[in-house]
């Protein structure tokens, strides 16, 4: 028995043994193809994988972007071709929405599409199927890109909602698009002496910041079809004309020549709201000024509470339109015509001030002859049913004027004694005395002539009547002169 345990010991051993070298050997190998797996390949593909093409390395997930691209390799501060010609950088813009377009401040803001098209060798990849690579932002950071800035901008920014808008496409050629969306607020130098009846051309100007013609050459890539806009776009005071490219150089004299590209668009301002706003009201107040023509001279707190409202409404009329504008040193449109509307009401209030004093003065000098003609000519009395007093502005008339008085009954002449009699019974009729000189013919003339050469002055009426059509004809005619000019 003693002899058995021993054999059966070392044989227990080995069978142990035995087992732990198979369990081990399956671990290894299962290891083994994991890895293999992890790696895209297989020891048994090791030995034909020259005679197979390359990996399209576009495919690999190990890979990283920068080992991909090689950025590690090359230095990207300086351009592509450093030291060689000028590289060309292509550009094209897909106007979004052109937001506003301040007068005061004299700019417009745009949103935009800015792309740009470059060839950088150093990015090159290989890749079988000849596909791009898109990137987002964080890639530009470790590239070369294009320093396009917008001359003549007061405030942008690249939109970052929900992440920063910008896109980089990288082909294996090594060509580069680079595409970022903004929104700009640039100045626009505006010429309003046609206001509100103007057209306003306002430019968008892009250029290299740092590099000259010699370094970078810009350039609208399909020429004038680089610049595409969406048909909606649309401005609430503006109607917008076209829009157009041009391309010139910039000299600076402290650093030389650059590329500049324009996007000009030609906006066109909609009249309507302005009619409604500034014209129907100012006419409507200079029409309103010629009702005192036909109100009574005598009624003064009418005429002149009349032409104080339509004079303080026209100042509140310019003061407005005036608010919304900026501070230009030259004459406006609109102001022409406001400040012809306020003169024409200011003049109605002047008119009527011109027949108040003139009637006052009338009023004077009639009391004043009518006293010397009491002293002077000799007494008619015509019966009357009431007492009145008729006075002439002179004593003189020829027998034609004595017939205006065929209305009236005439008596023959009384004596003073006997007039004082007949005022004393109750039962007489009152009566008016009229103060006469018949004269001859030609002294008559005369007098007729200057007195029709005054008769616009003494006659305070006839003031208001040639008013009456002068005003409405003389602002009819400064109408159609301005209309037929501005329009």
């Known amino acids: 028995m003693p002899y058995l345990t021993k054999p059966l010991i070392l044989l227990l051993c080995l069978v142990v043994t035995g087992e732990c070298r198979k369990h081990g050997h399956r671990v ?28 399209d390395v576009t495919k690999s997930r190990k890979m990283k972007t920068e080992h991909l691209l090689k950025v590690e390799d ?32 004299m700019d417009f803001t745009m949103t935009l ?69 903004v929104t700009v607020t640039a100045a626009c130098n505006m010429d309003f002496s046609r206001f509100p009846l103007d057209s306003q051309t306002c430019s968008l100007e892009l250029e290299s910041y740092a590099y000259t013609d010699e370094d970078l050459m810009l350039y609208w890539k399909s020429g004038d079809e680089s610049l595409s806009t969406d048909d909606r776009i649309s401005l609430s005071q503006f109607l917008i004309q076209k829009f157009h490219t041009t391309s010139r150089l910039a000299f600076y004299s402290s650093t030389g020549w650059y590329n500049r590209l324009y996007i000009n668009f030609t906006l066109r301002r909609h009249i309507f709201f302005f009619l409604l706003q500034t014209y129907f009201p100012a006419t409507l107040m200079v029409m309103l000024s ?22 303080l409404t026209m100042s509140t009329i310019i003061t407005g339109v005036n608010a919304s504008m900026p501070r230009v040193s030259y004459i406006k449109a609109v102001d ?15 008119e009527y ?10 009023d004077r ?12 000519s000799l007494p008619c009395t015509c019966g009357i049913s009431q007492t009145r007093t008729m006075t002439m ?13 065929a209305g009236y009954t005439e008596e023959p002449m009384v004596p003073e004694e006997e007039q004082e009699e007949m005022h004393e019974v109750p039962e007489k009729p009152e009566h008016m005395v009229v103060h006469l000189s018949v004269s001859s013919e030609s002294t008559t003339t005369k007098k007729k002539k200057s007195l029709r050469a005054l008769n616009i002055i003494q006659n305070t009426h006839a003031i208001d009547k040639y008013s009456r059509m002068i005003f409405p004809g003389s602002y009819i005619f400064f109408n159609l002169i301005y209309w037929s000019v501005y329009c």
């Open 28 to 55: 290894r190998r299962w290891t083994g193809t994991v890895e293999t797996q992890k790696h895209g390949t297989s020891s048994s593909s090791s030995s034909s994988s020259l005679t197979k093409k390359p990996p």
């Open 290 to 311: 010629w009702v005192s023509f036909w109100i009574d001279r005598r009624a003064v707190p009418a005429r002149v509470s009349l032409g104080i409202t339509t004079v």
């Open 336 to 350: 022409i015509y406001l400040w012809v509307s306020f003169v024409f009401v200011f003049l109605s209030v002047l």
């Open 113 to 181: 599409y800015l792309r740009h098209y470059w060839k950088d060798e150093r990015l090159s990849f290989t890749s079988s199927t000849n596909k791009s690579m898109t990137f987002d932002g964080r890639l530009v950071k470790k590239i070369w890109v294009p320093d396009v800035f917008f001359v003549h901008s007061k405030r942008s920014f690249i939109h970052d909602t929900t992440t920063d808008n910008i896109m980089l496409r990288v082909f294996p050629d090594g060509h580069v698009l680079y595409s970022l969306r």
């Open 393 to 405: 502005l002179d004593g003189t008339y020829s027998e034609a004027d004595t017939n205006s008085l």
């Open 74 to 105: 090359h230095d990207f501060t300086m351009r592509p071709a450093f030291g060689g010609p000028a590289i060309p950088v292509g550009v094209d813009v897909q106007v979004e929405s052109l937001d506003s377009i301040s007068e005061v401040d």
């Open 365 to 376: 000098r009639e009391r004043k002859m009518r006293e010397r003609a009491r002293s002077q």
């Open 353 to 362: 001030a011109a027949v108040n004093y003139l009637s006052t003065a009338q």
